[in-house]
Structure formats: C-alpha cells, structure tokens
C-alpha cells in the first residue's frame, strides 16, 4: 500500500523559507506514469494546488506562487520537498503531499502538517 | 485560470436520504473532474475521477455525472461516514483548481 508522509517545521517566522519534505514508501516515485505534489489549506477553508513533478524533474507550479516555490524530487531517497520563500501568515495552512495519476488527480495523499508563519 | 464553484455550500441531509452536490466550472474541463471526500482532521480522499469513475473501494452509491461545465455528485443514500466536506477539482488545465467545497450535514 502506498504511503506518503510529510516532514518538516510546524513554526516558520515571517519572511523566512518553508522547507517540507514528503517521504513515499510503499512504490516508487520514478515512475513515468505519476507525478507528485503539494497542496495546502489554511485553517478552515478549501484545497489549493501549490505544484507538481515527475521523477525525471519535470515540474508544474501554480502562477500565483510560481515566484516563490521549488519543488524538487531525489529518487534515490524517494522523497520529493517543497521551498516556499519569503512566508507571510496567509501561507498558515495545512501542507499535504499527494501522488497524481499523470498530471490529474491526486489519487493518494500524505496525512498533512500543518505549518504556522509567526514570529 | 479555470474557477470551480460548488453548490450548495452547506447541504442538510437526513440518514438514508439522497444527497446532490452541484460543480460549475467557468470554462469547459470536458470530463476531466474528481470529486473527493474530507473529514475533519484528514487527508482529502479520491472519490470520483474523469467525473464518473468510481475510485477503487468507493462504494456504489457514490455516483458522478456531467460533462463540460456542469458536474453533480450524487450520494444516494447517506450514511453516517458520509457527513463531511465534498470538493470537486478539474485537471483539464493548468493550474489544477478546486471547488470552495460542499459540507454534508446532518439534518
């Protein structure tokens, strides 16, 4: 059975850099079929797309954080991470990481951590 | 950027009754739409993909339909795992967009 499973500082001070990392066991993140990536909701609202890659570093990102991620992917530990710059207290939220068939639907999904920016 | 809007936000629903939650999409996704399911505290959890494929182990009574801009999912006969928070989300373009979501009550 597949897992995923975020790791990664639940407190972050404004301006500085968010780090995550998402551990996948179970399968193996170099496949051509999947790609991998994370998504976050802020306390009691709805589900945003941050990014996505394939093994081979091929990435998506969303434009309205495009200027501040990189997502990256290293097979040899089959983990996949997320940098996020410059935080601010709207980027509060709960990070999850997920596998999407292609670059679809996200068809398997870490638990989440939830990330505060505060000084 | 393609903006999903669900309807209604708050549905209440009686035990044993049918629920339908509404998915509008601003421009056409064809069929390229899933729906998942959120109980406080988890992780979303894949229900229905290229809008009317059920997810493996989602039971029957989970059912999606449409196509282009308009999409429904229909819960025929609520149980009590069932109260949670439905979103719809659209893979057709770049950037992957979800719904507001649509939270299933208990009436």
């Known amino acids: 059975q597949l897992q995923l499973q975020e790791s990664g500082p639940g407190l972050v001070k404004p301006s500085e850099t968010l780090s995550l990392n998402c551990t996948v066991s179970?399968?193996?993140?170099?496949?051509?079929?999947?790609?991998w990536g994370w998504i976050r909701q802020p306390p009691g609202k709805g589900l945003e797309w941050i990014g996505s890659?394939?093994?081979?570093?091929?990435?998506y990102y969303n434009p309205s954080l495009r200027s501040r991620i990189i997502v990256s992917v290293d097979t040899s530990t089959n983990q996949f991470s997320l940098k996020l710059t410059s935080v601010t207290a709207a980027d509060t939220a709960v990070y999850f990481c997920?596998?999407?068939?292609?670059?679809?639907?996200?068809?398997?999904w870490g638990q989440g951590t939830l990330v505060t920016v505060s000084s | 950027e393609i903006v999903m809007t669900q309807s209604p936000s708050t549905l209440s629903v009686s035990p044993g009754e049918r629920a339908t939650l509404s998915c509008r999409a601003s421009?056409?996704?064809?069929?390229?739409l899933a729906w998942y399911q959120q109980k406080p505290g988890q992780a979303p959890r894949l229900l229905i993909y290229?809008?009317?494929i059920r997810a493996t182990g989602i039971p029957a009574r989970f059912s999606g339909s449409g196509s282009g801009t308009e999409f429904t999912l229909t819960i025929s006969s609520l149980q009590s795992e069932d109260f949670a928070v439905y979103y719809c989300?659209?893979?057709?373009?770049?950037?992957?967009?979800f719904g507001g979501g649509t939270k299933v009550e208990i009436k």
């Open positions: 997920a596998r999407l068939l292609t670059t679809d639907y996200f068809d398997y």
């Open positions: 421009q056409s996704v064809s069929s390229d």
């Open positions: 179970g399968g193996s993140i170099g496949s051509n079929s999947y790609y």
């Open positions: 890659i394939h093994y081979s570093g091929s990435t």
């Open positions: 290229d809008a009317s």
């Open positions: 989300q659209q893979y057709n373009n770049w950037p992957l967009t």
